[in-house]
DNA sequence: GCGGCCTCAGTTGTGCACAACTTTGCAGCA
DNA sequence: TGCTGCAAAGTTGTGCACAACTGAGGCCGC
């Protein structure tokens, strides 16, 4: 079967993703398809194809003769993007909302562990490690595929953002306040009310644009 | 430059879209990578880089062997799917909605004389050619660049649904409806009220899948 | 000393041959 | 007659060589 190929370039995908995201190729770095090509073992074709989606995801750009480059942080247009995802997670709560099974509260209590482990030693990359899983976690509560599919895209888009400033702004304050919102989504969880941890979401969403506004405005 | 290959695969990523979306490569229909190449007088190799887009976007998918088909019309996530595009049509209204100007009025001008036409002889072709044209406007009358991008990812998702009932539907009688929808939408835009606009839009989208499930349910 | 040009190393884009795989149809056999 | 196996044709996936292009460094002319 060739689904186990596909799974491989889904899977170095996926890792280059993260790597994105989590600032392990910071903006404006150059990647090398050979270098890429070599590290996973394939020839440059098949690394190409997962190159073009990461550019069509708006986190890479490929000049021709010049190279491929991670995308900078689109800071002019993320004001709009921000609303964008905060009416999303909003609609995570009231189109489709699932209910909440034991497993949702198992994983919930994985995210609170791993808040207060960030809480007692701060970490930039655990931090956005967590902020990734946990966003995922957050889009996996609706049904709705389509949402689901959207609310990632522009996560990926949007995440260096933030994860650029918090390294400027207060880090610790950060994480208490991330670990806040966590627990109060643990709570809902708990009770099962899914849209209770959209609404919660989105209104941290909409107070993390606006701390980081009031940071540029500084 | 190679700014102009760029714009030419790109050229070509557009005419198979409105292929596909059109109906005019039906669903389940199996393209030939060679064939395409041989049209547009290129080798397979950039050919493949436009099909591996139209893949992602979940209009085409490419089985190792057999053969790159024409994905099914979704109508499983069909519900949901328009339920997510209501919204987002809402937005647009909400979001940066744009000033209306002179170049508007005179778009709208030629959309309403286009329906005229359509509903003095109706044509299936013209139909849909109309609505995705149309759609593209209405999405044009917000400012924020990410809201435009996913409402036309889910649009090219969700055209040929309706597209495939239209032919069983009452033709005639499904382009008055949408005549006056532009007629309506029309006069919101000579009033300047972009907000309105969008919102006609997204009442008219759901009056659509409304008679969509009456019809699936009969 | 400085500006323009050119060469060269390095990168992405393209073409082509072959590998991997699927489907179809036919021949052989029970 | 029906079924199994196999071969062949056709398709997508991969590897590799080369074309197209960019940017940097050095060289030459002034």
Redesign the interface.
């Given at each position: 079967m060739?689904a186990e190929?596909k799974d491989r370039l889904e899977q170095i995908y996926e890792t280059l993703l993260r790597r994105i995201c989590l600032l392990e190729y910071a903006p404006r770095t150059r990647l090398s398809e050979a270098q890429i090509a070599a590290e996973f073992d394939l020839s440059r074709t098949p690394i190409r194809?997962v190159l073009?989606?990461l550019e069509?995801a708006g986190l890479l750009d490929s000049?021709?003769?010049a190279g491929t480059f991670v995308t900078d942080v689109p800071l002019g247009?993320m004001a709009?993007?921000y609303?964008?995802r905060c009416?999303l997670a909003g609609?995570v709560g009231r189109?489709?909302p699932v209910a909440i099974t034991a497993a949702h509260r198992r994983e919930m209590q994985g995210f609170e562990d791993r808040a207060a482990a960030l809480l007692a030693t701060p970490d930039a990359r655990r931090f956005a490690e967590l902020n990734m899983d946990f966003f995922r976690f957050g889009v996996s509560l609706t049904?709705?595929?389509?949402?689901r599919e959207?609310s990632l895209?522009?996560y990926y888009?949007t995440a260096r953002i933030w994860l650029t400033s918090i390294t400027r702004l207060d880090l610790a304050a950060e994480s208490e306040i991330f670990a806040r919102e966590i627990a109060q989504i643990g709570e809902a969880i708990r009770l099962g009310d899914t849209q209770a941890a959209a609404t919660i979401r989105q209104a941290h969403i909409s107070l993390c644009v606006t701390r980081l506004r009031q940071f540029s405005q500084e």
């Open positions: 060739s190929a194809r073009a989606r069509d000049q021709h003769g247009e709009r993007t609303a964008l009416e609609l189109l489709s049904g709705n595929e389509a949402l959207m895209r522009l888009q």
